[in-house]
């Protein structure tokens, strides 16, 4: 028997690392984030003020507040509503670091690329002056941005805090309660039950490739491959989907949705609803004036 | 086996294909009362697609499928009252658990089948806190069923299908991908469920059990029975379990020395050495 060539083994030459390709990582990084994002259940399950409201007080309330910030002509009501939810999270026990982290700085890098233009492209007083380019920002492009981000950052938040503060169950159960179609609330709740199984599937589907591969692919192969998984997780998604929906018929599902709803109000989901009330009427009836000065004018300060 | 027992179901020159691929080919079978069937054949076989044709998930392209003497016929669904006396009666479970569960919890999990009935609030909420305790999973009650394990999944499945007291289960390789404890646990409650007195068709290829699980057994080939008897005689007829690809000869030494092969599933090891 001929020996095995040792050229190889005593090669020192290193072989190229593969190291993992951004699709790769983006996709085991999206998992991550979406399994903390959609299950973590951390805060939902900790005993702060949001957590023992009603999720129907919930869902009214913060969607009350999230209307006002959208509606409010003056950012001093902006700001205010902020201040608001920021409290909320205190009391809440949700970290800020957690709302910063999962909120603010995704909203801000978004809404900042959005709003970035509208400072130099909005006729008005001029602000500053680029150098180089020479483009002049303007005070009313500048307050226009800062609208922008303001509402955006303090309706993001809201929003997380009823997602944060209550089970996703309940969210579910508390939009049917509220007469929001049948439809729109089961195809939420499928698309969160299963969107994490075919992220799975994907990261599977990637590893699998990844343990056969040595050395890097080419770019062309490299799309070929990622495009051919592309097709057959679509393809798996589509089989996946007609096999729930047979489970479903198996126990009887003929395309309406009943729920069993057990929410009972008590007397500080009353309160809390009350307090929600008052802050979205007080915030709505300083949110009519265009600043802070007619504000003032009105309340007879100036 | 009682003889004087009535048919549940009937199959008959019932033909089945996806698109072009031929699943059950011509294929007539009866499955008496309190009969409790295992279907065994290798993957592609055509036993999940049996299954679904039981179930009336799926319907025939060709022949009659009767189920407690009513055809089974898309027509036939149409009627509410008709589906509703059929879904409570034949209830089955899927090999994967994850398609099965598609509720926020365990609870509303359990109880989406009588809440498709229609069955009172009250009545379904009793039921379902029974069937938590039945199948020993109370303490899963508030959990999202994708962060259960796999045999949790299992049998949260079952009791999400056994919280209608169907007279049928069927059930699609039961045991599949699960540790040894979740098996036989999933094993002792077949061979008890129901006191051996309601149907039972089970699905597998695992043939270590068989013996626990059934009194019959049907041996599918290409959407066809090519072997039908008691769990001793299909077991014994090793010819027939290799050509269907349930066994696989595999060749050994023994530590006398002696190396021989024998079909990998045999009950008995009898040697001199």
Redesign the interface.
């Known amino acids: 028997m001929n020996p095995v060539p040792n050229e190889n083994l005593n090669s020192t030459r290193r072989p190229k690392k593969r190291r993992r390709n951004f699709v790769e990582r983006t996709l085991a990084t999206f998992i991550r984030k979406t399994e903390r994002a959609l299950f973590a259940e951390e805060f939902a399950r900790s005993n702060g003020f949001l957590q023992r409201l009603d999720p129907r007080v919930k869902i009214i309330g913060l969607l009350t507040l999230i209307l006002d910030v959208t509606l409010a002509r003056n950012l001093f009501t902006i700001f205010f509503l902020f201040a608001v939810a920021i409290l909320l999270a205190v009391l809440s026990r949700v970290p800020v670091r957690v709302l910063a982290a999962r909120a603010w700085i995704g909203a801000l890098t978004f809404t900042g690329l959005i709003a970035l233009p509208q400072i130099f492209i909005t006729a008005g007083d001029p602000l500053f002056q680029l150098p180089l380019v020479g483009w002049t920002a303007t005070v009313q492009g500048a307050m226009g941005a800062v609208y922008l981000i303001s509402r955006v950052e303090t309706t993001v938040t809201f929003s997380l805090l009823l997602v944060l503060c209550t089970l996703w169950a309940d969210v579910l159960k508390g939009l049917r309660v509220l007469h929001v179609p049948v439809v729109f609330v089961v195809i939420l709740g499928m698309t969160y039950r299963y969107i994490f199984v075919m992220l799975e599937t994907a990261q599977n589907m990637f590893e699998a490739r990844q343990s056969r591969l040595v050395g890097a692919l080419s770019g062309s192969e490299g799309r070929r491959v990622a495009a051919a998984s592309v097709g057959v997780l679509l393809s798996k998604s589509f089989q996946l989907n007609n096999e729930v929906y047979l489970a479903m018929q198996s126990r009887g599902f003929r395309g309406e949705v009943h729920t069993l709803d057990d929410f009972v109000m008590q007397r500080r989901d009353w309160a809390a609803t009350g307090g929600f009330l008052l802050i979205a009427a007080t915030a709505a009836w300083f949110g009519r004036f265009d600043s802070l000065g007619s504000l003032l004018g009105v309340v007879g300060i100036r | 086996m009682k003889n004087s027992a009535a048919n549940v179901f009937e199959l008959e020159d019932v033909t089945y294909r996806y698109e072009d691929q031929v699943a059950l080919d011509g294929l007539s079978v009866a499955i008496k009362e309190h009969q409790r069937v295992a279907v065994l054949g290798a993957n592609g076989s055509g036993k999940s697609t049996f299954l679904?044709l039981l179930?009336a998930?799926y319907f025939p392209e060709k022949g009659t499928v009767t189920a407690f003497g009513d055809n089974l016929t898309e027509k036939a669904f149409e009627d509410?009252e008709f589906?509703?006396r059929f879904?409570?009666r034949v209830?089955?479970i899927?090999q994967?658990p994850?398609?099965?569960l598609?509720?926020?919890?365990v609870f509303?999990e359990i109880?989406?089948?009588p809440?498709?009935?229609?069955l009172s609030?009250d009545k379904?909420?009793k039921q379902v806190d029974e069937t938590l305790d039945m199948m020993e999973i109370s303490h899963l009650k508030h959990r999202?069923p994708?962060?259960l394990s796999g045999g949790e999944k299992k049998r949260v499945a079952i009791a999400?299908?056994l919280i209608?007291e169907p007279e049928v289960l069927l059930l699609d390789e039961p045991t599949a991908a699960l540790d040894p404890k979740s098996r036989g646990r999933i094993i002792d409650f077949l061979a008890d469920w129901g006191g051996k007195a309601k149907t039972v068709i089970t699905a597998t290829h695992d043939l270590d059990i068989v013996e626990a699980i059934a009194d019959h057994c049907l041996v599918f080939q290409n959407g066809r029975i090519v072997g039908e008897g008691s769990p001793a005689e299909i077991l014994a007829d090793t010819e027939l379990l290799e050509k269907t690809n349930l066994i696989h000869s595999h060749r050994h030494r023994h530590d006398s020395g002696e190396v021989h092969s024998h079909p990998y599933f045999h009950p008995s090891h009898d040697h001199k050495g």
């Open positions: 679904r179930d998930l509410e589906a509703f879904r409570r209830g089955l899927f994967n994850d398609v099965q598609f509720n926020p919890t509303d109880a989406f089948g809440l498709q009935m229609r609030k379904i909420r999202p994708h962060r999400s299908v209608l």
